[in-house]
Each structure stands twice: as structure tokens, then as C-alpha cells.
């Protein structure tokens, strides 16, 4: 079992980013309340650097780093959020990077990482893109992981610092904050921050059909490998790690899934009832609330809205 990350590492990441990314507001949604029949938080990291919330763990490495693995070059694998914030946060600190998505990341995203500097080198699909990334790594590039770091979970876990404490501002703390499930380090992060602050909140993970990482793991009592086919591609890792696993295991409520359809219906609900532009990785939160209040009627859900890295025509084509 990994060791947990706790409250006073997330504190220490806090530190590290200051300045270097923005504190995202946490607003009342009454369209969406309406929608839902329930009042909703909405976490808005979509307004954060590169468009979503992985700037966080990025910068909070890059801080880590010595000069030696800082001039090696970095190296990230990523469906789109993940190597598009190492782009830009490495661009902006003079580092080199290389960034590996699959083919059918958001075309947006490659684009953004390349006009960033980046080296951007495509491959069928993500776990080829791990391998490569893993080939890169042992010729001597500084691998920054997505999710299998303890250093950047933290940083993703001031997401649920700031959530919970604009959350007990606004007078009335949600009692379910649902997180969307890549490889899990947000909504590891966020379950820290969340249940230590807010310890009576339930938190809840919401993959989509076909990018089941977290929900395989929990079933087989461990990270396992899946097959990848739901469309939505900023949430697709081929399995979870040990670390994230643990800290789900530990402090999450429930991880719920959704089909695509869903996540895609969501993007338009959140545009249309919260004037808010979402990539389907955070639509999919939109079926995990009605989840959630179906289960528990008179809940009060925060959701945090990881980025907005989706083109019209994408989710059209959808």
C-alpha cells in the first residue's frame, strides 16, 4: 500500500504554485440547481492555465526538479490536459519537453502543445503512448507522470483546498463533491483536501463506459489493465496506480460510470444551463449529480469543473 498523501502536502504544493497558476472561483449555479432540482457548487479550474487543472501538478513538479533533470528534458504522456499544461509550464521555464498523445487526442490540444515548444509525437492510442514515453524516460528525459506521483497529486489536491474553503464561505458546504477519473490524481487530491476539511462530504468519482480504470482497480482489489474505448480521451489511462488506487480506496465514497452519451449531454447542459464551456471529462459530472441525488435527495453536490479542451465540432461529432 503507498503511503497517503495528507493535508500539510498539499499545503506545501499550495506554496510551490502560488503565482504561478490562477485560484479558480467556486460559484453557485442556479441554472444548473434548476436543472438538478438541487443547489450546485461549481469548482471553474476550466478558467486555469492551458485550460484545466494540470498546471497544478506540472508547475509543483518543475519546482521539485534539480538543474541536472531540469536540462534532460522533460517527458509526459497524455490524452491532451496533462501534456498540453507540461508544454506550456516547461515552455515558460525554458525546459525542453516532449509530449506523446494518441492519435485521437483533441486536436486543439496538439496543436496548443506545439505552438508551446513542445516536441509532440503522436501514437495509436494511449498505451502505446505510455511506452514511448516509458523508451524516452530510460534514455535519460525526466518523466513527469500524469497521475503515479505523489508530489503531483498533491498540487492537484489544492483543487479541493480552495472548494472547500470557498464552500464553507458561501454558508452551506456541499455534502458530495464529484470529481471525473482519468488515472485519479484529482480526485485523490481533492478527496484529501475535501474529507479533511470537510469531513461529513462524501466524494464521489465519475468515469465514463470504456475508460474504467478506477472501477476495474476497485474490483479487482488492485491496479489492473483496460481496454480503452470510450471516445472521451482526456480520461482514458489505461489503468490506475497503486497510489491513486489507495488514496480511492481510502477516502472515496464511490466511483460511478456513465456512458459517453452522457458525458456529451453534460457538456451541453453545463453551456446551456450554466454558461459554462466543459470538455464531455467534466460533462460526465452532470450524470454522476443525478446519480448522486437519486441515491440521496436532499444532497447538495459540488462539481469540479477539470477543463474545457474540447472543440464544438468535437463534441458535435459526438
Given at each position: 500500500m503507498s503511503d497517503l498523501v495528507d493535508l500539510a502536502a498539499i499545503e506545501t504544493a499550495a506554496e510551490r504554485i502560488s503565482g504561478g497558476v490562477l485560484r479558480t472561483p467556486t460559484v453557485?449555479?442556479?441554472?444548473?440547481?434548476?436543472?438538478?432540482?438541487?443547489?450546485v457548487l461549481l469548482k471553474l479550474e476550466q478558467l486555469q492555465r492551458a485550460g484545466s487543472f494540470k498546471p497544478r501538478g506540472v508547475l509543483a513538479k518543475l519546482a521539485t526538479l534539480s538543474a541536472a533533470e531540469r536540462d534532460a528534458g522533460l517527458v509526459a504522456v497524455s490524452g491532451g490536459n496533462h501534456g498540453l499544461a507540461v508544454a506550456e509550464m516547461a515552455g515558460a521555464a525554458g525546459v525542453a519537453a516532449v509530449v506523446v498523445m494518441p492519435e485521437?487526442?483533441?486536436?486543439?490540444?496538439?496543436?496548443a502543445a506545439r505552438a508551446a515548444g513542445a516536441d509532440v509525437r503522436l501514437t495509436p492510442d494511449i498505451p502505446a503512448a505510455f511506452a514511448l514515453a516509458g523508451e524516452l524516460r530510460e534514455a535519460g528525459a525526466t518523466l513527469v507522470h500524469p497521475f503515479d506521483d505523489p508530489v503531483v497529486l498533491a498540487a492537484q489536491g489544492t483543487v479541493g483546498l480552495e472548494l472547500a474553503r470557498d464552500a464553507v464561505?458561501?454558508?452551506?458546504?456541499?455534502?458530495?463533491?464529484?470529481?471525473?477519473?482519468g488515472g485519479g490524481a484529482l480526485l485523490s487530491g481533492v478527496a484529501v483536501a475535501v474529507r479533511a476539511l470537510l469531513p461529513d462530504?462524501?466524494?464521489w468519482g465519475v468515469e465514463t463506459v470504456g475508460a474504467e480504470a478506477m472501477s476495474a482497480a476497485l474490483r479487482a482489489g488492485g491496479p489492473?489493465?483496460?481496454e480503452i474505448t470510450s471516445a472521451i480521451t482526456t480520461l482514458s489511462a489505461p489503468s490506475a496506480s497503486q497510489l491513486t488506487y489507495d488514496h480511492v480506496r481510502a477516502l472515496v465514497h464511490d466511483v460511478l460510470v456513465v456512458?459517453?452519451?452522457?458525458?456529451v449531454r453534460g457538456t451541453v447542459e453545463l453551456a446551456e444551463h450554466a454558461g459554462i464551456w466543459?470538455?464531455?471529462?467534466?460533462?460526465?459530472?452532470?450524470?454522476?449529480a443525478r446519480t448522486v441525488?437519486?441515491?440521496?435527495?436532499?444532497?447538495?453536490?459540488?462539481?469540479?469543473?477539470?477543463?474545457?479542451?474540447?472543440?464544438?465540432?468535437?463534441?458535435?461529432?459526438?
Open positions: 453557485r449555479s442556479p441554472g444548473l440547481s434548476a436543472l438538478l432540482g438541487a443547489p485521437n487526442a483533441p486536436a486543439r490540444s496538439v496543436a464561505a458561501h454558508g452551506e458546504p456541499p455534502t458530495d463533491v464529484l470529481v471525473s477519473i462530504t462524501r466524494i489492473v489493465p483496460v456512458p459517453d452519451t452522457d458525458a466543459a470538455e464531455p471529462a467534466a460533462g460526465c459530472l452532470v450524470a454522476g441525488l437519486g441515491r440521496h435527495p436532499d444532497a447538495r453536490p459540488a462539481l469540479v469543473i477539470c477543463g474545457a479542451n474540447a472543440d464544438v465540432a468535437d463534441v458535435a461529432g459526438r
